[in-house]
């Protein structure tokens, strides 16, 4: 089983190639101006040192938001466009999940204009649906889980913290997703829609 794993969404751009569970390359990278740009070349730049191209790959996992409305859009793109013209089957994992992986954790992510992405993960199990929020309310959620590691974009809340192997975080988590069958009308999960909606209404 071979598998294209690509995040687009946030800070990271993450390009890896995997084989039977064991990661051939990965490039992982800040700059989040760059996704667009070079999503596709350090793919194309993967395959050609590993002698493969796209058509011998089973699988895409893709990070599918909350993010930038460009970000998330360049690896959605791409996955839409493989399936279009190959045999490949596509998963999606939340971009808040993404960083969480398997612990137990609060993951945030910069939603601009004093606002955060957030959810609650478990073993990679939802407590708390990602959502939308302030960070003056992050320290709502930290009392009711104070024993959760937080992680994401930890210094908009004045904590430290280092971003993990988040392709592998990526590839672990997809195990327990099911493929997409709806790909032709898959959508990014943006939150910041909802939430204009909500207020406009």
């Keep these: 089983m071979k598998t294209i794993v690509m995040d687009s969404a946030n800070q990271y751009l993450v390009v890896a190639l995997y084989e039977d569970g064991k990661c051939l390359d990965k490039i992982q990278e800040i700059g989040n101006r760059k996704q667009s740009e070079y999503a596709i070349v350090y793919l194309e730049k993967l395959l050609k040192k590993h002698h493969l191209q796209v058509l011998d790959f089973d699988e895409m996992v893709i990070t599918i938001g909350p993010g930038s409305y460009t970000g998330v859009r360049v690896a959605l793109t791409i996955a839409k466009t493989l399936a279009a013209v190959s045999s490949i089957k596509i998963k999606t994992v939340s971009s808040l999940k993404a960083m969480a992986g398997f612990k137990k954790a609060i993951s945030i992510l910069d939603a ?68 997409r069958s709806d790909v032709d009308h898959l959508v990014p999960e943006y939150i910041k829609d909802v939430e204009a909606k909500k207020i406009c209404q």
């Design 112 to 179: 601009r204009s004093q606002k955060i992405f957030l959810g609650v993960y478990n073993e990679g199990k939802v407590v708390v649906e990602d959502c939308m929020t302030t960070l003056d309310q992050f320290d709502h959620y930290r009392q009711i889980y104070p024993d959760y590691e937080v992680v994401g974009d930890v210094s908009l809340v004045n904590m430290e913290g280092q971003c993990g192997d988040l392709a592998h975080l990526i590839y672990e988590l997809s195990k327990i997703e099911e493929y």
